[in-house]
């Protein structure tokens, strides 16, 4: 294998990571310095091989975003909106059901449910719209709401974290998706969402979430004014709080879209910086089973060149996605799954269809 950084000593990294060895935070800085990608390619496709053999994983699922109008306003989401504003959009039941009502029918075994803060509607609202999924499509898997939501919830019914995640649990709630850790340190966080609660927050509710038995994923918002030691500092955050819990199944690097946001300044994220931060997330958080390479926000041929580079799912059909496309995003708003299929198998890899917990469904040998 090659070794051309001079920054760090590779060979040991190398070493470590074939023994299964932790790589510290020192490490993890000193790998976005490596200009040999195919070198950390390597390492992280041996992680991966060893997590997951051959396979490369996707669902078929369906994202419905209740509502764009949020109170948080965070300066690099170009997806919500205040009430007032002329694209505000607010779901309700019978929207919600029509939605959901379609994932049926192109084989979907889960919802995906995500939003702003509304200010004026109740948790019951949220609520209920779980529960009338549920209640019509009694098999579905229903992946819903973020950490923040979950404050958000708490924070105006004054109930406890605890309390508002076994009320949608009792409505329907099957697991948790990973938004809204963007990046957890405070000073980023102070730049880009003041509003938003704060990453010890975060943590703190999948903390709670995972000892109720609810499993969840876990994201990273990169590209934008963040450093890569905040970047690596959140990976350790994260790969902490699973050596606790062991709730997290997947972690899925998120590139910044800059369009219509507050960050219209920003350059978009690089291939190079999308293929290494995939890679170093690989390598970083070694008790994580599954990186996902979300191909809405990494374009195809980025998620699927991401297959050799530590990650071992596209995630999902998607179906009507809101946030990256008000944000510039030009992939499609849904793929086909044996589009999803085809680039997995041109990859070299096992196609497996899973559900959300990682259950397979059919393996297309
Ligand atoms: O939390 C917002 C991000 C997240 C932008 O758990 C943006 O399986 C890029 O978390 N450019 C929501 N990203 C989406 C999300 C997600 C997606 C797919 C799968 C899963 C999962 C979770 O989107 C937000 C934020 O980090 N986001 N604005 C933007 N302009």
Known sequence: ???????????EIEEKVMSGERLTR???TALYDVNDILFLGALARYVKEKKSGNYAYFNVNRHINLTNVCINRCKFCAFSADKDEP???TMEREEILARALEAPNIGATELHIVSGLHPDKPFDYYLE???????????IHIQAFTAVEIDYFARITGMTIRQVLEKLKEAGLGSMPGGGAEIFSGRVRGLTCEKKASGKRWLEIMRTAHELGLKSNATMLYGHVETKEERIDHLIKLRDLQDETGGFQSFIPLPFHPDNTDMTGIKRT?????IKTMAISRLMLDNFDHVKAFW????????????DFGSDDLDGTVVEEKI????GATTEESIEKEELIHLIKD???TPVERDTLYNIIKVYE
């Open 1 to 11: 294998m090659s070794v051309t950084t001079a920054t760090v000593d590779l060979k």
């Open 26 to 28: 020192e490490e993890g």
């Open 87 to 89: 694209h505000a959009y």
């Open 129 to 139: 719209a779980i529960s009338s999924c549920k209640e019509a499509l009694p098999d």
């Open 270 to 274: 690089t291939a190079i910086d999308d």
């Open 296 to 307: 809405i926000m990494l374009g195809l041929k980025v998620a699927q060149l991401s297959l």
């Open 324 to 327: 990256t496309h008000m944000a």
């Open 347 to 349: 990859a070299g890899r």
